[in-house]
């Protein structure tokens, strides 16, 4: 990172890095579990659901990368195995072994829960120290919230049909 950019930084850079790496190691989980629950999901309102969770599906993707590119800026190494993910993940992953509507809807709802209070910790970490991962942290934690209240819609639509 910058000389300059690095003054910034006013918290312990390293513990900052593995708090961003962790998250990385979820938004990838969260990337995936989202991805193959859109594929393999069965039942009421399937179609809409799928839209749903391939939009965040990729969502999580974009937020995988903000996250390594402020890990970089911040001259720390992102995770380069796949392996990592389980060893470092915050939320872990819910494999869809119940394709129903209803348990995927269930298992990301938890993921977004958990999400919420990682991004959480960290913007409250770096508020007021540094304003770059502060202003990232919040506008991924957006997307979050987002996210948990678009699933619990469709869960709240689904007892409709
Ligand atoms: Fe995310
Ligand atoms: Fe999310
Ligand atoms: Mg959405």
Not at 40 to 45: E, I, Y
Not at 63 to 70: E, I, S, T
Not at 81 to 87: A, G
């Given at each position: 990172m910058g000389t300059r950019g690095r003054e910034l930084v006013e918290v312990d850079v390293n513990e900052l890095i593995d708090l961003l790496n962790k998250a990385l190691?979820?938004?990838?989980?969260?990337y995936y579990q989202y991805w193959i629950g859109a594929k393999?999901?069965?039942?009421?309102?399937r179609e809409s659901v799928i839209v749903e969770l391939e939009e965040h599906a990729n969502d999580e993707l974009?937020?995988?990368?903000?996250?390594?590119?402020?890990?970089?800026?911040l001259?720390?190494?992102p995770?380069?195995?796949?392996?990592?993910?389980?060893?470092l993940t915050n939320c872990g992953y819910d494999a869809p072994e119940d394709p129903s509507v209803k348990k995927i809807l269930a298992q990301n709802i938890k993921g977004e829960q958990c999400a919420i209070a990682v991004y959480k910790k960290i913007a409250d970490m770096v508020k007021d120290k540094d304003v770059i991962t502060y202003n990232m942290a919040?506008?991924?934690l957006v997307d979050e919230v987002e996210h948990e209240d678009d699933l619990q819609q469709i869960e709240e639509d689904l007892k409709g049909v």
């Open positions: 190691a979820d938004e990838w989980l969260a393999v999901v069965t039942g009421p309102l974009r937020h995988a990368g903000m996250l390594v590119d402020r890990i970089l800026q001259g720390g190494t995770i380069l195995k796949p392996e990592d993910w389980y060893k919040v506008s991924i």
